[in-house]
């Protein structure tokens, strides 16, 4: 059992990284290798190994094999997880169309809009169905997670009926500060936000030590 | 000066909060109700307030007019912030077709793909050019800031380019940990991640608990 998000966030970086180092031809990887690799301290990478009974061998290096089985096994990726998309505008539409989720068993099944007759003719991966047809969706296909991406201004109302649908996890694109129950889970991912923090960062660099591209 | 991240987007949050606020008619706000609206602590919102030198009326409340002024001074809104996206795919493309930015003074000027012929039909806000082209372009116009939505395995030769072309800060939506100096700021955005993640927290929520939508 995991409690903290950034650890889980680490392992999933970790098994980035392991997995082009297995597809390389390596089989040992040492704590070093992959903290320089992941931007991770070698002190953590072991603390993590060390707090799902992750062993090193006898000089210190860890079998990527047996990392990724584990790796795997924390994140129950024997079961192939379901998930749904509610909105399909810009966004929503870009991630029905990725395609890097199936490698990690992860399968958006279908998609929710309020007017789903605008979709009729575009060619999507899943069928769109209307908002009144997902608690019954929900239920049938024991979703646990969403990912919702709707104006700002329903974000609220969409959450709501999620939730009352039995939605554990909300990933909200909405530059929103969701009202949910304790029990429930919520990424926030608003792109205009991090980009404004971004430019301000950016601002403090100042325009000053150009490149070459002159 | 603000050092810290979480305060940049604490500030957003503040933003948003504060502006519909004042579309509802409101001229005064307290802690507890912007702490409300925002998910932080009354303490916190004062906190964060003081150190921008913003003092409340004897009651404690803030006028929202000087706050949301204040704010705009720090992100420096009275400058349009001209920003590229680097990988026209799915989410590039999305990104491009965002309007919420123009109210925050940030204009996407153009976009680079290393097929730029592929766009040509497209209807796309901005002009598409070939990544050769980009390091004059962002010195003629003084970019400091990209969005960078390319294949992960181009991710490291892409972030270079624009770091060579004299980018500060890029956001990156490839899963993967970029190395760039330390005065380049990144802010990664890992749909997959995030997703993989809030799955397993859904998960450990089990399937229990479902509401009335059956």
């Keep these: 059992m995991i409690s903290a998000n950034r ?26 290798n992959l903290g320089r690799e992941t931007g991770v301290s070698p002190e953590q990478v072991r603390k993590d190994f ?17 990392l990724l089985i584990t790796i795997r ?18 966004i929503g539409n870009a991630i029905l169309q990725y395609k890097g989720f199936q490698k990690n068993m992860i399968e958006i099944v279908a998609s929710f809009d309020i007017d789903p007759t605008k979709y009729k003719k575009k060619k999507l991966p899943v069928p769109v169905y209307s908002l009144d047809k997902l608690p019954k969706f929900v239920v049938e296909h024991k979703i646990n997670t969403a990912i919702m991406t709707v104006p700002e201004r329903v974000a609220q109302d969409v ?7 039995g939605i554990k996890g909300i990933m909200n694109f909405a530059p929103t500060v969701l009202k949910v129950p304790p029990h429930i889970h919520i990424v926030n991912i608003c792109i205009g936000h991090e980009l404004e923090s971004l430019i301000y960062h950016s601002l403090q660099m100042g325009n000053n030590g150009r490149g070459k591209g002159s």
Excluded at 9 to 31: H, I
Excluded at 73 to 82: A, C, M, N, P, V
């Design 159 to 165: 959450a709501d009926l999620l939730i009352e649908a």
């Design 50 to 66: 060390s707090q799902f009974g992750i062993k090193g061998n006898k000089k210190g290096g860890y079998n990527i094999n047996e």
């Design 7 to 32: 650890n889980i966030r680490r392992l999933l970086r970790y098994r980035n990284s392991l997995c082009k180092m297995q597809e390389l031809g390596f089989e040992t990887v040492y704590s070093y």
């Design 73 to 90: 096994e924390i994140f129950r990726k024997d079961e192939l997880q379901k998930v749904i998309v509610v909105g399909v505008g810009n």
